[in-house]
């Protein structure tokens, strides 16, 4: 018995409509270039004030309805290039924006591609009608440089698999970002994986209490013993530690913004070449509270390494890092409650086989058992989940993914004991879902990826990237779904 799957007419494309603001360095585009920044700002000083007032009310003009608030971004990164001035030089409103409006660009967060969604039911299901769910559906954006992204859409599906996406705001935002509460385990745990055993650490591990600020850090890390800054161990210490600090973050935005008009860009140092593939779930612990979790993709120009992301409203959203054996390489998925009271996760810590760690700690992973490997003839490259575990009666429901010949990506599925979940039940012997020859071509061909789908009554609501041109929609019977399965 074959699984069918029945494909949405709905296609989500990349929009290049969709633009934030980043701060622009003349000359610093590529990091081996020089700062032309005081050269740039001797120019805009040297404009009369009629000329400047004129070049900042035009740009105004230009870029006011693609932004919240443009002057307030131009004052801020007028502020970030303030150094270069003289400190007596005396400036207008209008030149000190014009200046931060030179040191400003936008940037188009799918402008290059759009591609491996996630789907989960929206916090807010106030007026649905019977026998609906409201959905939000994360995405990974690419833009100019292969800098990825997590945005939103939001819709709905109804009885019947019939879905809808909901139109897009014309603004959208990265929201405002902040410090957390750090937690003195997580570092314990990334000093340990990067080796660093020296004094320092052990002074970290003595008087840093189990939750602190980053200002409780900063003092600590000024009253280290002067002999002990002095070893050039304790050097790389320290700023292993501010670097642990600085991926760690929360991001707010707006209230009177829509989920569809927020964007996570990637702030901390370990993901500024990227946030990709976030794998949302909705988490219920044993107490009954609920809670959004991902698990995501954090890549800084060299390494990958899997970060989580946390939030209760999709309006703040808490960045962490993860540490442990099995928290490596990509594609680590949550299951959505505690197995045996403990947090479980599927994870390919080895980048080609997919197995299942538990942990009393969401962010410190160890001893993979692994459940799958490469074994079939279209997924003897690697193989992995597409997204997190599905609770059904018969077993936890896993979307997989293989690659074949050609780096040919094809969906698949199996089926996991519900309270031993690194026990395999069963398993489709064939693809669940391979791209069709309109899903063939794109920013990456011959690829259809599902970063988790939605559970809705028997119907199973799959999102995928398609060549990374499009995401589509599909929907599948659970039930008919695991009949097909091998056991």
Same mark, same amino acid.
């Given at each position: ?18 633009? !934030?603001? &980043? ?6 585009? *590529?990091?081996?270039?020089? #700062?032309? #920044?005081?050269?740039? !700002? ?7 004030? +009629?000329?400047?007032? $004129? ?32 400190? %007596?030089?005396?400036? #207008? ?5 014009? =200046? ?8 188009? *967060? ?13 916090? +807010? ?16 954006? /690419? ?6 992204? !997590? ?19 014309? /603004? ?38 189990? &939750? ?6 900063? @003092? ?6 002067? &002999? ?26 707006? @209230? ?10 990637? =702030? ?7 946030? @990709? ?25 060299? %390494? ?23 928290a490596r390489n990509k594609g680590m998925a949550l299951f959505p409650r505690r197995i045996g009271g403990r947090f479980a996760a599927l994870s390919r810590g080895d980048g080609e086989s997919t197995a299942v760690t538990t942990t009393d700690d969401i962010r410190t992973w160890n001893d993979p058992r692994p459940v799958a490997v490469p074994a079939r003839d279209w997924d003897l490259v690697q193989v992995g989940n597409c997204g997190s575990p599905i609770e059904t ?29 690194? &026990?395999?039940? $069963? ?13 063939? +071509? ?24 398609? #060549? %990374?041109?499009? !995401? ?9 779904? =695991? ?5």
């Amino acid at each position: 018995m074959n699984a069918r799957v029945t494909r949405s007419p709905l296609r989500l494309r990349p929009d290049p409509r969709r633009v !934030i603001t &980043k701060l622009f360095v003349p000359g610093e585009e *590529v990091p081996e270039h020089e #700062s032309r #920044s005081a050269a740039v !700002i001797r120019r805009v000083m040297a404009l009369d004030e +009629d000329t400047a007032c $004129a070049a900042l009310e035009r740009t105004v003009r230009l870029f006011a309805g693609r932004h919240r608030d443009v002057r307030v971004t131009f004052a801020d990164n007028f502020a970030s290039v303030s150094h270069r001035l003289p400190e %007596d030089v005396g400036l #207008s409103e209008s030149r000190r924006l014009l =200046i931060g409006a030179y040191f400003t660009h936008e940037y188009a *967060v799918e402008g290059a591609a759009l591609c491996n969604p996630s789907m989960v039911a929206h916090p +807010d299901q106030s007026g649905t009608a019977p026998g609906q769910v409201r959905f939000v559906l994360s995405v990974r954006g /690419i833009g100019e440089g292969h800098l990825s992204s !997590i945005g939103f859409r939001t819709g709905l599906a109804g009885p019947g698999g019939v879905l809808s996406v909901d139109p897009q705001p014309g /603004i959208i935002s990265t929201g405002l970002h902040r410090d957390s509460i750090y937690e003195k385990s997580l570092f314990q745990g990334k000093l340990a994986d990067r080796g660093h055993h020296d004094e320092v650490s052990a002074v970290l591990n003595r008087w840093l209490p189990a &939750k602190f600020t980053g200002a409780e850090l900063d @003092e600590l890390l000024a009253g280290l013993h002067p &002999k002990l800054v002095a070893r050039q161990a304790a050097h790389r210490t320290v700023e292993l530690v501010r670097w642990i600090a600085a991926c760690n973050y929360t991001t707010e935005f707006p @209230e009177d913004s829509v989920v569809s008009g927020r964007v996570l860009w990637p =702030i901390g140092p370990s993901e500024r070449h990227g946030m @990709e593939d976030a794998r949302f779930v909705l988490f219920t612990d044993d107490d009954g509270d609920q809670t959004y979790y991902a698990t995501y993709t954090a890549y800084d120009g060299v %390494d990958v390494e899997p970060q989580l992301l946390q939030t209760n409203d999709f309006r703040t959203f808490r960045v962490s890092q993860t540490t442990g054996s099995a928290a490596r390489n990509k594609g680590m998925a949550l299951f959505p409650r505690r197995i045996g009271g403990r947090f479980a996760a599927l994870s390919r810590g080895d980048g080609e086989s997919t197995a299942v760690t538990t942990t009393d700690d969401i962010r410190t992973w160890n001893d993979p058992r692994p459940v799958a490997v490469p074994a079939r003839d279209w997924d003897l490259v690697q193989v992995g989940n597409c997204g997190s575990p599905i609770e059904t009666p018969e077993g936890w429901l896993v979307l997989t993914h293989g690659v074949g010949p050609m780096r040919l990506y094809s969906m698949g599925a199996m089926l996991l004991d519900l309270d031993e979940p690194w &026990k395999v039940l $069963a398993t489709l012997a064939e693809p669940l879902l391979v791209p069709s020859s309109t899903e063939r +071509d794109g920013y990456v061909p011959n690829v259809v990826y599902s970063c988790g789908g939605l559970l809705h009554g028997d119907t199973l609501v799959i999102p995928y990237g398609a #060549s %990374d041109a499009t !995401i589509g929609l599909a929907t599948t019977s659970v039930s008919a779904l =695991i009949d097909a399965m091998e056991r």
